[in-house]
């Protein structure tokens, strides 16, 4: 192999065109494709940036050209030679470099490579875990280097924005204490503080209230959060938020300048042109209409509350979960009455696991006509309202749950995403955002038997709601929002409290005595009586924003070095065990097997 010597790159391999035709450039980069057309070698070289054709002629350079016959699929090589206009009917009009071409003078072979464990040039099934394990050669591939690329303009946007608008880009601290009210903590043991820990921030919300007390003002931080929990496509062990917080504002403040930043990273990414203020539900709204606090509205099949109707009518199953306090709804899947009882048992199959013991339909036919098997309970009264409930027409497919409240609004919200997307409803170019507002401050928790804060402990109640923490908690409402983009919550927030009075009452609702809540956040308590000022924030998840912005299924495709579904790196194979001594020193006594 060869050094670059007295080369240097003038171009990127996808900077060329017509306009260069006739100079003399050097390029650097990776073998994409190799042919050898009858003495004339064809070379795809690649960069980051995109792709250049370079051909070696053994009539310009026999000695170049020989040289070229050792190339291979992802060589390193750096090439000099005159920009060549291709050939009218040789031009590939898919490539932005396609009008031209790179006849070679001068080769440099930097580097060989041994054959790829996956092919990089062509579109082929890839385990995920393969694709981890060598990572550098996966973002190799333009889409992912494109995802890359994104990442990149959208924090540079935010960045930007945030500047402008009077924000500090202020960082915090990495080990902090552990505060175990939400996600399971990441530990990091202390080895200069025998027996005690860190634990890796789950975000930085502390502190950057602690920063308001301080007087920033408005803060932000484009910060690595942890939590050591359960993962799935939109979840990482480690994650990226966008975390600021603003002081003397409410919430109507806080929502607008965050509309005004996504409108520009997705005009400066996509060149999307997004109208804030973007629409609005409350928790409860929400919840009534879509079954769940992240909507997608892309798509209708709304959930219809039909309990009244239930209650009276002829069908048994109905009526005695109505008479339970129960609930009966349904959705309505416009022009679906040609599913076959194949697709029907496949759909009772997938709401099974979030709970459904059944999923009884009604299929609309001609003049009003029902066909299902639940059809001749119900009188003609009372199948003409459900079908005026539900906006029924012949051709549409109706389902139904039943059930208590809690399972039967999932069931059915997990079903209408399904059917959507069986339905091919779910355009990843079709951008719906949603603000969720009124969220309940607390919930109760039957198997810990006691209160736990819906977002966090320090989310300020509603003014008019603050008498009801004491006789009725769960009716307390919340100063939180969250931004919903297609059924994704990619952002939350809220008006935090900022007197000390109040944030002590609602940790005892929440069951912290005075000791405890002194003992975890003495020193939060401690700044809200030296003059804490009105403050409130937000957090957007990075990934599951750029996720949504590049169409990606997972957002490990825009993480450059994610984790897998069980929290492992198979490139670097950690977690990982560590030398005796070295947990000897951080007075750690494993049960050692030897």
Not at 261 to 279: H, N, R, S
Not at 345 to 365: C, S
Not at 500 to 513: F, H, I, R, T
Request: overall charge negative.
């Amino acid at each position: 192999m060869e050094s670059m010597g007295s080369l240097s790159r003038t171009h990127f391999c996808n900077d060329l065109g017509i306009k260069n035709v006739g100079e003399q450039v050097t390029l650097m980069g990776w073998v994409l494709r190799r042919r050898d057309h009858g003495g004339v070698i064809f070379i795809d070289l690649r960069d980051r940036r995109g792709i250049t054709q370079v051909v070696f002629n053994p009539e310009i350079n026999p000695e170049v050209h020989a040289k070229a016959h050792q190339v291979r699929s992802e060589w390193v090589l750096a090439i000099q030679g005159r920009v060549e206009a291709r050939p009218g009917d040789m031009a590939n009009p898919k490539l932005a470099t396609g009008a031209i071409e790179v006849l070679v003078t001068e080769l440099r072979l930097l580097n060989s490579s041994e054959t790829p464990p996956f092919p990089l040039d062509e579109d082929v099934e890839v385990s995920d875990n393969l694709r981890l394990q060598y990572r550098y050669l996966d973002l190799r591939r333009p889409e992912m280097a494109a995802n890359l690329v994104m990442r990149h303009k959208a924090v540079m946007v935010v960045r930007n924005y945030l500047n402008d608008t009077g924000f500090l880009d202020i960082e915090t601290p990495m080990l902090t204490r552990s505060t175990p009210e939400g996600a399971r903590d990441y530990l990091v043991p202390s080895r200069v503080n025998a027996g005690k820990f860190y634990a890796l921030p789950q975000s930085p919300q502390l502190f950057k209230q602690l920063l308001m007390i301080a007087g920033m003002d408005r803060y932000y931080q484009i910060v690595k959060c942890f939590r050591d929990e359960d993962l799935r496509a939109d979840r990482q062990p480690e994650f990226t938020q966008i975390d600021m917080e603003l002081s003397f504002v409410d919430e109507e403040q806080i929502m607008a300048i965050n509309e005004g930043m996504i409108a520009k990273v997705f005009k400066e990414t996509l060149g999307l042109d997004l109208a804030p203020p973007f629409p609005r539900l409350t928790f409860a709204e929400a919840m009534d209409r879509f079954g769940t606090d992240r909507p997608d509205v892309r798509f209708g099949m709304e959930l219809v509350d039909l309990t009244a109707i239930a209650a009276t009518c002829g069908f048994k199953v109905f009526r005695d979960i109505a008479d339970k306090g129960g609930t009966v709804r349904a959705i309505n899947a416009k022009g679906c009455a040609e599913f076959s009882r194949k697709e029907i048992d496949l759909l009772t199959e997938y709401v099974a696991q979030f709970g459904a013991r059944g999923l009884a339909y009604v299929k609309m036919k001609a003049g009003g006509e029902w066909q299902s098997p639940i059809g001749k309970f119900f009188t003609e009264e009372e199948r003409v309202a459900i079908a005026t409930a539900t906006n029924a027409a012949e051709g549409d497919l109706l389902f139904f749950g039943a059930d208590i409240k809690k399972v039967v609004l999932q069931v059915l919200s997990e079903l209408r995403v399904e059917l959507a997307r069986r339905l091919d409803l779910l355009k990843k170019d079709d951008f719906r955002f949603t603000w969720v507002t009124d969220f309940p401050l607390m919930e109760y928790d039957e198997k810990e038997k006691r209160y736990q804060a819906l977002h966090h402990p320090f989310t300020a109640p509603q003014d008019e709601d603050i008498a009801k923490l004491d006789s009725e908690p769960a009716a307390v409402l919340s100063r939180a929002y969250d931004l919903v983009l297609n059924g994704t919550e990619i952002g939350g927030g809220s008006i935090r409290i900022h007197q000390k009075k109040l944030q002590s009452k609602v940790l005892e609702v929440l069951g912290m005595g005075a000791e405890e809540a002194n003992e975890k956040f003495g020193f939060l308590l401690r700044a809200l009586e030296l003059g804490a000022p009105p403050h409130g924030g937000l957090a957007f998840g990075l990934d599951r924003l750029l996720m949504i912005i590049t169409g990606s299924d997972s957002i490990r495709n825009v993480i450059a070095f994610p984790k897998t579904q069980k929290a492992t790196c198979p490139l670097t194979d950690a977690p990982a065990s560590v030398a005796r001594k070295q947990l000897t020193e951080l007075h750690i006594r494993p049960d050692w097997k030897e």
